[in-house]
């Protein structure tokens, strides 16, 4: 009887552990599951910074935009700020 005992506890053994591989929380299909969801959110968090750059980018280019735009209004068409005083040197 002590022979039959062994392999009777070493196989409830091998049940429990192979339904906890496949019904517990770690189980593969939960594994999958969570695999899943991270892919998913990886993608969402790619697509929020590829807005965030462009979205940065837009603000550069605006913030930029207007020194460029008074740069040129004051080089090209001469326009001054009130109460500002324009000084032209001419070379010899």
Excluded: C
Aim: no cysteine.
């Amino acid at each position: 009887m002590g022979s039959r005992i062994v392999p009777v506890i070493l196989l409830a053994l091998l049940a429990a552990l192979h339904a906890q591989l496949w019904l517990g929380r770690g189980s593969v299909p939960r594994v999958n599951e969570m695999q899943r969801q991270i892919d998913v959110q990886k993608a969402a968090n790619d697509q929020a910074r590829q807005a965030n750059e462009r979205l940065s980018s837009e603000v550069h280019d605006l913030k930029e935009g207007l020194d460029m735009v008074e740069e040129k209004a004051r080089s090209e068409l001469g326009m001054v700020k009130p109460n500002e005083v324009y000084v032209q040197f001419t070379p010899r």
